[in-house]
Protein backbone atom coordinates (compact mmCIF):
# COMPACT_ATOMS: atom_id res chain seq x y z
CA UNK A 1 0.00 0.00 0.00
CA UNK A 2 1.39 3.21 -0.76
CA UNK A 3 2.17 5.95 1.68
CA UNK A 4 0.59 9.19 1.89
CA UNK A 5 3.86 11.15 0.51
CA UNK A 6 3.73 8.43 -2.32
CA UNK A 7 0.01 8.97 -3.29
CA UNK A 8 0.43 12.96 -3.28
CA UNK A 9 3.69 12.73 -5.63
CA UNK A 10 1.62 10.44 -8.03
CA UNK A 11 -1.60 12.94 -8.16
CA UNK A 12 0.92 15.96 -8.85
CA UNK A 13 2.94 13.83 -11.47
CA UNK A 14 -0.61 12.97 -13.30
CA UNK A 15 -0.94 16.81 -13.12
CA UNK A 16 2.51 16.89 -14.86
CA UNK A 17 1.71 14.36 -17.60
CA UNK A 18 -1.71 15.80 -18.39
CA UNK A 19 -0.19 19.52 -18.97
CA UNK A 20 -1.76 20.87 -15.71
CA UNK A 21 1.53 22.05 -15.62
CA UNK A 22 4.16 22.63 -18.33
CA UNK A 23 7.97 22.34 -18.33
CA UNK A 24 9.24 25.35 -16.38
CA UNK A 25 6.03 26.01 -14.77
CA UNK A 26 6.49 26.49 -10.91
CA UNK A 27 4.34 24.30 -8.80
CA UNK A 28 2.25 25.10 -5.72
CA UNK A 29 4.69 26.10 -2.87
CA UNK A 30 4.99 23.83 0.13
CA UNK A 31 2.59 26.05 2.34
CA UNK A 32 0.06 26.38 -0.35
CA UNK A 33 -0.02 22.47 -1.16
CA UNK A 34 -0.40 21.57 2.64
CA UNK A 35 -3.23 24.68 2.25
CA UNK A 36 -4.64 22.64 -0.32
CA UNK A 37 -3.97 19.31 0.28
CA UNK A 38 -4.87 19.09 4.02
CA UNK A 39 -1.23 17.28 4.51
CA UNK A 40 1.16 17.79 7.13
CA UNK A 41 4.18 19.69 5.89
CA UNK A 42 6.67 16.88 6.13
CA UNK A 43 4.22 14.56 4.16
CA UNK A 44 4.51 17.46 1.23
CA UNK A 45 8.19 17.60 1.50
CA UNK A 46 8.64 14.19 1.12
CA UNK A 47 6.21 13.83 -2.25
CA UNK A 48 8.27 17.07 -3.59
CA UNK A 49 11.58 15.46 -2.70
CA UNK A 50 10.46 11.68 -4.37
CA UNK A 51 9.50 13.88 -7.57
CA UNK A 52 12.73 15.90 -7.81
CA UNK A 53 15.09 12.15 -7.35
CA UNK A 54 12.70 10.84 -10.03
CA UNK A 55 13.67 13.87 -12.03
CA UNK A 56 10.58 15.27 -12.79
CA UNK A 57 10.59 18.72 -10.83
CA UNK A 58 13.59 20.81 -10.10
CA UNK A 59 14.39 22.90 -6.62
CA UNK A 60 15.83 26.43 -7.07
CA UNK A 61 17.09 28.03 -3.89
CA UNK A 62 14.61 30.81 -2.73
CA UNK A 63 12.26 30.58 -5.55
CA UNK A 64 10.37 27.17 -5.26
CA UNK A 65 10.01 23.73 -7.54
CA UNK A 66 9.60 24.10 -11.12
CA UNK A 67 8.79 21.37 -13.32
CA UNK A 68 11.92 20.16 -15.04
CA UNK A 69 12.50 19.38 -18.18
CA UNK A 70 12.27 15.74 -19.40
CA UNK A 71 15.38 13.79 -20.13
CA UNK A 72 15.85 12.11 -23.93
CA UNK A 73 16.53 8.78 -23.55
CA UNK A 74 20.37 8.23 -24.58
CA UNK A 75 21.62 5.12 -26.62
CA UNK A 76 23.00 2.58 -24.38
CA UNK A 77 26.64 2.29 -23.65
CA UNK A 78 28.21 -1.15 -25.36
CA UNK A 79 31.19 -2.14 -23.36
CA UNK A 80 34.30 -3.60 -25.18
CA UNK A 81 35.29 -7.04 -26.23
CA UNK A 82 34.12 -10.03 -25.47
CA UNK A 83 37.40 -11.22 -23.78
CA UNK A 84 41.20 -9.98 -23.71
CA UNK A 85 44.04 -12.12 -21.32
CA UNK A 86 47.36 -10.27 -20.43
CA UNK A 87 49.88 -12.43 -18.53
CA UNK A 88 51.62 -8.96 -17.84
CA UNK A 89 49.50 -6.26 -16.05
CA UNK A 90 51.19 -2.76 -15.69
CA UNK A 91 48.73 -0.05 -15.03
CA UNK A 92 49.73 1.78 -11.68
CA UNK A 93 51.53 4.65 -13.64
CA UNK A 94 49.00 5.96 -15.57
CA UNK A 95 45.93 5.87 -12.75
CA UNK A 96 48.46 7.65 -10.35
CA UNK A 97 48.70 10.69 -12.79
CA UNK A 98 44.80 10.96 -12.63
CA UNK A 99 44.16 10.32 -9.40
CA UNK A 100 46.33 12.93 -8.24
CA UNK A 101 44.84 15.52 -10.54
CA UNK A 102 41.70 14.82 -8.30
CA UNK A 103 43.35 15.56 -5.35
CA UNK A 104 43.69 19.89 -6.43
CA UNK A 105 40.55 21.61 -4.44
CA UNK A 106 40.48 24.20 -7.24
CA UNK A 107 39.64 20.93 -10.14
CA UNK A 108 36.27 20.04 -10.81
CA UNK A 109 36.38 16.56 -9.50
CA UNK A 110 34.03 14.57 -12.25
CA UNK A 111 37.37 12.33 -12.40
CA UNK A 112 36.93 11.14 -8.78
CA UNK A 113 36.56 8.50 -7.57
CA UNK A 114 35.03 9.13 -3.96
CA UNK A 115 31.71 10.62 -3.33
CA UNK A 116 30.75 14.24 -2.30
CA UNK A 117 32.57 14.62 0.63
CA UNK A 118 29.64 17.02 2.14
CA UNK A 119 26.87 14.07 1.66
CA UNK A 120 29.35 12.25 4.18
CA UNK A 121 29.21 14.96 7.08
CA UNK A 122 27.59 13.15 10.66
CA UNK A 123 28.01 15.32 13.52
CA UNK A 124 27.33 11.79 15.38
CA UNK A 125 30.15 9.95 14.23
CA UNK A 126 32.44 12.63 15.02
CA UNK A 127 31.06 13.07 18.69
CA UNK A 128 31.29 9.20 18.78
CA UNK A 129 34.79 9.14 17.51
CA UNK A 130 35.96 11.86 20.42
CA UNK A 131 33.79 9.81 22.85
CA UNK A 132 36.01 6.70 21.80
CA UNK A 133 38.78 8.43 21.91
CA UNK A 134 38.75 9.40 25.86
CA UNK A 135 37.72 5.79 26.91
CA UNK A 136 40.58 3.78 25.36
CA UNK A 137 41.88 0.90 27.73
CA UNK A 138 45.50 -0.30 27.26
CA UNK A 139 44.47 -3.46 26.51
CA UNK A 140 41.67 -2.28 23.76
CA UNK A 141 44.98 -2.48 21.11
CA UNK A 142 44.51 -6.24 21.64
CA UNK A 143 41.51 -6.89 21.74
CA UNK A 144 40.77 -5.33 18.55
CA UNK A 145 43.30 -7.40 16.56
CA UNK A 146 42.06 -9.38 13.93
CA UNK A 147 39.58 -10.35 12.98
CA UNK A 148 38.27 -6.87 14.41
CA UNK A 149 36.33 -5.01 16.89
CA UNK A 150 33.50 -7.73 18.49
CA UNK A 151 30.37 -5.37 18.53
CA UNK A 152 31.57 -3.95 14.93
CA UNK A 153 31.24 -7.17 13.19
CA UNK A 154 28.37 -7.91 15.24
CA UNK A 155 26.42 -5.12 13.97
CA UNK A 156 27.84 -6.35 10.20
CA UNK A 157 26.47 -9.12 10.69
CA UNK A 158 22.92 -7.77 11.63
CA UNK A 159 23.06 -6.17 8.45
CA UNK A 160 23.22 -8.93 6.41
CA UNK A 161 20.42 -10.44 8.72
CA UNK A 162 18.16 -7.52 7.49
CA UNK A 163 18.82 -8.17 4.06
CA UNK A 164 17.67 -11.81 4.71
CA UNK A 165 21.49 -12.68 4.44
CA UNK A 166 23.29 -14.91 7.05
CA UNK A 167 26.58 -14.17 7.38
CA UNK A 168 28.30 -14.81 10.73
CA UNK A 169 30.01 -12.62 13.34
CA UNK A 170 32.93 -15.13 13.10
CA UNK A 171 33.50 -14.77 9.65
CA UNK A 172 33.92 -11.14 9.04
CA UNK A 173 37.14 -9.30 9.02
CA UNK A 174 37.69 -5.55 10.08
CA UNK A 175 40.32 -4.11 7.44
CA UNK A 176 42.05 -0.89 6.70
CA UNK A 177 38.97 -0.20 3.55
CA UNK A 178 37.66 -2.45 1.26
CA UNK A 179 40.52 -2.40 -1.15
CA UNK A 180 42.85 -4.03 1.74
CA UNK A 181 39.93 -6.82 2.17
CA UNK A 182 40.00 -7.07 -1.86
CA UNK A 183 43.56 -7.66 -1.53
CA UNK A 184 43.80 -9.70 1.30
CA UNK A 185 40.97 -11.96 -0.51
CA UNK A 186 42.60 -12.32 -3.68
CA UNK A 187 46.43 -12.96 -2.00
CA UNK A 188 44.33 -15.61 0.15
CA UNK A 189 43.49 -17.92 -2.46
CA UNK A 190 46.09 -17.15 -5.00
CA UNK A 191 49.74 -17.62 -5.87
CA UNK A 192 51.91 -15.20 -8.04
CA UNK A 193 51.57 -16.65 -11.79
CA UNK A 194 48.07 -17.40 -11.07
CA UNK A 195 45.09 -17.13 -13.41
CA UNK A 196 42.32 -14.06 -12.20
CA UNK A 197 38.97 -13.54 -14.05
CA UNK A 198 38.17 -9.31 -14.08
CA UNK A 199 35.62 -7.45 -15.86
CA UNK A 200 36.29 -5.00 -18.65
CA UNK A 201 36.30 -2.29 -18.26
CA UNK A 202 37.47 -3.22 -14.35
CA UNK A 203 37.80 -1.11 -11.37
CA UNK A 204 41.53 -0.18 -11.55
CA UNK A 205 42.18 -1.11 -8.30
CA UNK A 206 41.59 -5.39 -9.56
CA UNK A 207 44.04 -4.08 -11.81
CA UNK A 208 46.94 -2.97 -9.45
CA UNK A 209 46.47 -5.51 -6.68
CA UNK A 210 46.68 -7.89 -9.62
CA UNK A 211 49.97 -6.34 -11.12
CA UNK A 212 51.37 -6.09 -7.38
CA UNK A 213 50.54 -10.23 -6.64
CA UNK A 214 52.00 -11.23 -10.18
CA UNK A 215 48.98 -12.81 -11.07
CA UNK A 216 47.66 -13.09 -14.41
CA UNK A 217 44.21 -11.68 -15.66
CA UNK A 218 41.34 -13.10 -17.92
CA UNK A 219 39.22 -9.22 -18.66
CA UNK A 220 35.49 -10.48 -20.05
CA UNK A 221 33.66 -8.04 -21.49
CA UNK A 222 30.76 -6.45 -18.80
CA UNK A 223 27.78 -5.32 -19.96
CA UNK A 224 26.98 -2.01 -18.51
CA UNK A 225 23.32 -2.90 -17.92
CA UNK A 226 23.43 -6.64 -17.37
CA UNK A 227 27.17 -7.14 -16.06
CA UNK A 228 30.09 -9.75 -16.77
CA UNK A 229 28.88 -12.10 -19.97
CA UNK A 230 28.69 -15.76 -18.35
CA UNK A 231 29.03 -17.87 -21.13
CA UNK A 232 32.47 -16.71 -22.00
CA UNK A 233 32.85 -17.06 -17.91
CA UNK A 234 31.88 -20.47 -18.13
CA UNK A 235 34.14 -21.03 -21.15
CA UNK A 236 37.33 -19.11 -19.77
CA UNK A 237 36.70 -21.26 -16.11
CA UNK A 238 36.65 -24.34 -18.24
CA UNK A 239 39.52 -23.68 -20.52
CA UNK A 240 42.25 -21.56 -18.02
CA UNK A 241 42.81 -22.79 -14.45
CA UNK A 242 41.25 -19.75 -12.73
CA UNK A 243 41.47 -19.65 -9.26
CA UNK A 244 39.52 -16.37 -8.37
CA UNK A 245 36.35 -14.14 -10.15
CA UNK A 246 36.94 -10.86 -8.76
CA UNK A 247 33.52 -8.84 -9.71
CA UNK A 248 31.36 -6.22 -8.72
CA UNK A 249 27.59 -7.32 -8.73
CA UNK A 250 25.95 -3.82 -7.93
CA UNK A 251 26.67 0.06 -9.55
CA UNK A 252 30.02 -1.44 -11.28
CA UNK A 253 32.82 0.91 -11.36
CA UNK A 254 33.10 2.08 -13.86
CA UNK A 255 30.36 1.27 -16.23
CA UNK A 256 27.35 0.98 -13.33
CA UNK A 257 25.50 -2.10 -14.55
CA UNK A 258 24.05 -4.32 -12.40
CA UNK A 259 23.85 -8.39 -12.02
CA UNK A 260 20.12 -9.51 -12.33
CA UNK A 261 19.07 -12.09 -9.59
CA UNK A 262 18.97 -14.55 -12.43
CA UNK A 263 22.33 -13.59 -13.56
CA UNK A 264 23.75 -14.08 -10.18
CA UNK A 265 22.31 -17.37 -9.86
CA UNK A 266 23.91 -18.43 -12.86
CA UNK A 267 27.44 -16.98 -11.97
CA UNK A 268 26.92 -19.05 -8.46
CA UNK A 269 26.57 -22.73 -10.14
CA UNK A 270 29.40 -21.79 -12.79
CA UNK A 271 31.93 -21.02 -10.05
CA UNK A 272 30.84 -23.19 -7.88
CA UNK A 273 31.18 -26.05 -10.33
CA UNK A 274 34.83 -25.49 -10.95
CA UNK A 275 35.93 -24.56 -7.42
CA UNK A 276 36.47 -20.78 -8.03
CA UNK A 277 36.54 -18.55 -5.69
CA UNK A 278 34.03 -14.95 -5.58
CA UNK A 279 35.17 -11.94 -4.58
CA UNK A 280 32.32 -9.52 -4.70
CA UNK A 281 33.70 -5.82 -4.36
CA UNK A 282 29.73 -4.31 -3.33
CA UNK A 283 31.11 -0.98 -1.78
CA UNK A 284 28.57 0.70 -3.71
CA UNK A 285 25.77 -1.69 -2.73
CA UNK A 286 24.02 0.88 0.21
CA UNK A 287 23.92 3.39 -2.66
CA UNK A 288 20.86 2.21 -4.29
CA UNK A 289 17.48 3.97 -6.47
CA UNK A 290 15.08 0.95 -6.44
CA UNK A 291 12.68 0.26 -3.11
CA UNK A 292 14.90 -2.49 -2.35
CA UNK A 293 19.14 -3.17 -1.60
CA UNK A 294 19.81 -5.82 -4.29
CA UNK A 295 20.75 -9.14 -3.03
CA UNK A 296 24.76 -10.31 -3.05
CA UNK A 297 25.94 -13.01 -4.63
CA UNK A 298 27.61 -14.09 -1.54
CA UNK A 299 23.45 -14.44 -0.38
CA UNK A 300 23.31 -17.76 -2.70
CA UNK A 301 27.10 -19.50 -1.78
CA UNK A 302 26.23 -22.71 -0.69
CA UNK A 303 29.89 -23.68 -0.57
CA UNK A 304 31.32 -21.21 2.02
CA UNK A 305 34.08 -19.87 -0.89
CA UNK A 306 32.75 -16.42 -1.85
CA UNK A 307 34.17 -13.58 -0.04
CA UNK A 308 32.05 -10.16 -0.36
CA UNK A 309 33.99 -7.24 0.49
CA UNK A 310 32.35 -3.89 1.50
CA UNK A 311 33.27 -0.36 3.47
CA UNK A 312 32.02 2.13 5.15
CA UNK A 313 33.60 4.34 2.89
CA UNK A 314 31.39 5.68 -0.21
CA UNK A 315 28.61 5.80 2.24
CA UNK A 316 29.33 6.93 5.87
CA UNK A 317 33.32 7.84 6.50
CA UNK A 318 35.58 8.03 3.75
CA UNK A 319 38.85 9.14 5.72
CA UNK A 320 37.95 6.14 8.49
CA UNK A 321 39.39 3.55 6.21
CA UNK A 322 37.29 0.46 7.61
CA UNK A 323 35.70 -2.09 5.64
CA UNK A 324 35.23 -5.67 6.25
CA UNK A 325 35.18 -8.83 4.25
CA UNK A 326 32.63 -11.63 4.75
CA UNK A 327 35.20 -14.12 4.12
CA UNK A 328 33.54 -17.83 4.25
CA UNK A 329 36.30 -20.31 4.92
CA UNK A 330 38.72 -18.11 3.85
CA UNK A 331 38.48 -16.02 7.26
CA UNK A 332 41.63 -17.45 9.32
CA UNK A 333 43.63 -17.02 5.95
CA UNK A 334 42.64 -13.61 5.83
CA UNK A 335 43.57 -12.76 9.49
CA UNK A 336 47.14 -14.18 9.00
CA UNK A 337 47.98 -12.00 5.91
CA UNK A 338 46.46 -8.79 7.42
CA UNK A 339 48.19 -9.77 10.71
CA UNK A 340 51.56 -10.07 8.64
CA UNK A 341 50.73 -6.61 6.83
CA UNK A 342 48.71 -3.83 8.62
CA UNK A 343 48.36 -5.88 11.64
CA UNK A 344 44.70 -4.18 12.29
CA UNK A 345 42.69 -1.59 10.75
CA UNK A 346 42.35 1.43 12.99
CA UNK A 347 41.08 0.97 16.48
CA UNK A 348 39.73 3.91 17.50
CA UNK A 349 37.74 4.14 14.47
CA UNK A 350 36.43 0.49 14.30
CA UNK A 351 34.73 0.95 17.66
CA UNK A 352 33.52 4.59 17.00
CA UNK A 353 31.59 3.17 14.03
CA UNK A 354 30.20 0.40 16.06
CA UNK A 355 29.11 2.81 18.65
CA UNK A 356 27.21 5.13 15.74
CA UNK A 357 25.96 1.61 14.32
CA UNK A 358 24.56 0.92 17.63
CA UNK A 359 22.94 4.29 18.14
CA UNK A 360 20.72 4.43 15.19
CA UNK A 361 20.26 6.31 12.58
CA UNK A 362 22.49 5.06 9.93
CA UNK A 363 19.31 4.05 7.22
CA UNK A 364 18.06 7.15 8.08
CA UNK A 365 21.43 8.90 6.96
CA UNK A 366 21.27 6.57 3.74
CA UNK A 367 17.68 7.51 2.91
CA UNK A 368 18.66 10.76 2.47
CA UNK A 369 21.91 10.36 0.73
CA UNK A 370 20.71 7.84 -2.03
CA UNK A 371 17.87 10.42 -2.52
CA UNK A 372 20.50 13.45 -3.10
CA UNK A 373 22.55 10.66 -5.76
CA UNK A 374 19.78 10.01 -7.28
CA UNK A 375 18.74 13.78 -7.83
CA UNK A 376 21.87 15.14 -8.69
CA UNK A 377 22.30 12.26 -11.32
CA UNK A 378 19.89 13.57 -13.20
CA UNK A 379 21.30 16.80 -12.97
CA UNK A 380 23.88 15.22 -14.41
CA UNK A 381 22.51 13.41 -17.76
CA UNK A 382 20.21 16.97 -18.08
CA UNK A 383 23.54 18.76 -18.63
CA UNK A 384 25.24 15.66 -20.34
CA UNK A 385 21.61 16.14 -22.90
CA UNK A 386 22.07 19.48 -22.92
CA UNK A 387 26.08 20.39 -23.67
CA UNK A 388 27.28 16.97 -25.37
CA UNK A 389 27.17 15.70 -28.83
CA UNK A 390 23.98 13.64 -29.84
CA UNK A 391 25.82 10.89 -30.86
CA UNK A 392 27.09 10.01 -26.89
CA UNK A 393 25.59 6.95 -25.73
CA UNK A 394 25.45 7.29 -21.52
CA UNK A 395 24.97 4.30 -18.78
CA UNK A 396 21.87 5.19 -16.65
CA UNK A 397 22.54 3.09 -13.41
CA UNK A 398 20.02 2.50 -10.66
CA UNK A 399 22.73 3.34 -7.80
CA UNK A 400 25.96 4.47 -7.13
CA UNK A 401 27.25 7.61 -8.60
CA UNK A 402 29.20 7.17 -12.01
CA UNK A 403 28.11 8.13 -15.30
CA UNK A 404 29.85 6.06 -18.44
CA UNK A 405 30.13 7.54 -21.57
CA UNK A 406 31.51 5.99 -25.19
CA UNK A 407 31.64 8.27 -28.56
CA UNK A 408 32.85 6.14 -31.69
CA UNK A 409 36.77 4.48 -31.79
CA UNK A 410 38.10 7.21 -33.01
CA UNK A 411 36.93 9.63 -30.05
CA UNK A 412 40.28 10.32 -27.98
CA UNK A 413 39.23 10.45 -24.08
CA UNK A 414 42.73 10.80 -23.21
CA UNK A 415 42.82 13.92 -25.36
CA UNK A 416 39.71 14.84 -23.88
CA UNK A 417 41.26 14.33 -20.24
CA UNK A 418 44.19 16.61 -21.32
CA UNK A 419 42.14 19.76 -22.40
CA UNK A 420 39.54 19.41 -19.58
CA UNK A 421 42.49 19.79 -17.48
CA UNK A 422 43.99 22.40 -18.63
CA UNK A 423 40.43 24.34 -17.57
CA UNK A 424 40.27 22.67 -14.21
CA UNK A 425 38.07 19.71 -15.50
CA UNK A 426 39.13 16.32 -14.40
CA UNK A 427 37.67 13.10 -16.13
CA UNK A 428 38.17 9.74 -15.51
CA UNK A 429 39.44 8.18 -19.16
CA UNK A 430 38.59 4.70 -20.18
CA UNK A 431 42.11 4.10 -20.20
CA UNK A 432 42.33 4.03 -16.09
CA UNK A 433 39.99 1.07 -16.58
CA UNK A 434 41.86 -2.09 -19.28
CA UNK A 435 45.49 -2.97 -19.77
CA UNK A 436 44.35 -2.52 -23.44
CA UNK A 437 43.64 0.28 -26.04
CA UNK A 438 39.78 -0.83 -25.80
CA UNK A 439 38.55 1.71 -24.36
CA UNK A 440 40.06 4.87 -25.49
CA UNK A 441 37.28 6.31 -26.54
CA UNK A 442 35.12 6.56 -23.15
CA UNK A 443 35.43 7.76 -19.99
CA UNK A 444 33.64 8.05 -16.66
CA UNK A 445 32.10 11.57 -14.22
CA UNK A 446 31.32 11.26 -10.84
CA UNK A 447 28.08 12.74 -10.30
CA UNK A 448 27.91 12.96 -6.72
CA UNK A 449 28.69 16.96 -6.10
CA UNK A 450 26.23 19.50 -5.61
CA UNK A 451 25.39 21.25 -8.54
CA UNK A 452 26.08 24.68 -9.37
CA UNK A 453 26.74 26.94 -11.99
CA UNK A 454 30.62 26.02 -11.71
CA UNK A 455 29.42 22.31 -12.63
CA UNK A 456 26.90 23.57 -15.37
CA UNK A 457 30.17 25.52 -16.79
CA UNK A 458 32.29 22.60 -16.65
CA UNK A 459 30.01 20.72 -18.68
CA UNK A 460 29.69 23.19 -20.83
CA UNK A 461 33.17 23.33 -21.82
CA UNK A 462 33.49 19.40 -21.80
CA UNK A 463 30.48 19.72 -24.30
CA UNK A 464 32.70 22.17 -26.43
CA UNK A 465 35.79 20.31 -26.46
CA UNK A 466 33.74 16.65 -27.25
CA UNK A 467 32.16 18.63 -30.10
CA UNK A 468 35.80 19.47 -31.09
CA UNK A 469 36.93 15.99 -30.88
CA UNK A 470 34.05 14.76 -33.10
CA UNK A 471 35.08 17.64 -35.88
CA UNK A 472 38.60 16.46 -36.07
CA UNK A 473 38.06 12.99 -35.98
CA UNK A 474 35.71 13.64 -39.18
CA UNK A 475 38.61 15.39 -41.47
CA UNK A 476 41.33 11.93 -40.72
Known amino acids: MMKRYEQFARQILQHIEDGTWLVGDRLPSLRESVKLSGLSLMTVVQSYQLLESQGWIISRPQSGYYVAKRLQPFAAAKGGKRLHLSESVEISASIFDVLQACKDPAIIPFGSAFPDPSLLIQPKLSKALAAVARRIAPHSS?????????????????????????????????????????????????????????????????????????????????????????????????????????????????????????????????????????????????????????????????????????????????????????????????????????????????????DYLAEGGYDNHLRRLRRTLEQRQHLMLRAIGDYLPASVKVNCPKGGYFLWLEFEPLFSAQRLYQLALAEGISIAPGSMFCTSEQFNHAFRLNASFDWDDKMERAMQILGKFCHMLLSERGKI
Open 142 to 354: LANLPPGNDKLRRNISRRYAMHGIHVSPEEIVITAGAMESLSFSLQSVTEPGDWVVIESPAFYGALQAIERLRLKAVAIKTDPQNGIDLDALEEMVQKYPIKACWLMTHFQNPLGGTMSAENKLRLVDILNNNQVALIEDDVYGELYFDQQRPVPAKALDSKNNFMHCSSFSKCLAPGFRVGWVAAGKHAKKIQQLQMMSTVSASMPTQLAIA
